[in-house]
């Protein structure tokens, strides 16, 4: 008898526990659910202004970061320019989809090609010291990337669903 009791107490407190964590997943759903289901387009809208802006800022120094890096004159540098110039092609087809359709759901394949490129340029941007100010602009325009990424419930920038 007396060994039942400490395993009956064991078990309620595991269904305790489970419950809790059943609730609290439960809650983190439905809090993210809420928050991409209420999002306007003005609000998609006034993002990918924003990764418009940055990447304008990032591209220049970028490129002019290179000229001055070891890479300067290679192969891996004329990549590296174009996977820019790439994100920039990508995210003004974005923009172009975008305006054109009445959903900003309906991007989402426009959106995750602007995050590969993204993430490729991500790899080399760990990799290398390219100088604070092209440093700075990445965080920035990574920082509203991500900001889209999860407006579309997609992995961030530098996840192996990009790889």
């Not at 991409?36 to 591209?59: C, G, P, Y």
């Not at 974005?94 to 900003?104: A, G, Q, V, Y």
């Not at 790899?123 to 700075?136: D, I």
Request: glycine letters at 4%; proline letters at 1%.
């Amino acid at each position: 008898m007396k060994a039942t009791f400490p395993k009956a107490i064991i078990t309620l407190s595991a269904f305790i526990l489970l419950l809790g964590l059943a609730e609290t997943a439960s809650a983190q759903y439905r809090r993210n659910w809420r928050y991409r289901s209420a999002t306007t387009k003005a609000q998609v809208d006034r993002v990918i202004n924003r990764v418009e802006a940055q990447l304008d800022h990032f591209v220049g120094e970028y490129n002019r970061s290179l000229d001055r890096s070891r890479l300067d004159g290679t192969g891996r540098e004329d990549w590296l320019n174009k996977r820019a110039r790439d994100l920039e092609s990508a995210t003004d087809e974005l923009r172009r989809d975008f305006d054109r359709r009445d959903s900003w759901g309906e991007n989402r394949d426009e959106v995750r090609r602007c995050l590969n490129i993204a993430t490729d340029i991500d790899k080399s941007m760990r990799s290398m010291r390219l100088g604070a100010a092209t440093e700075s602009n990445w965080a920035r325009l990574r920082v509203e990337l991500n900001a889209l990424a999860d407006i579309y419930s997609m992995p961030r920038i530098g996840s192996a669903k990009y790889r």
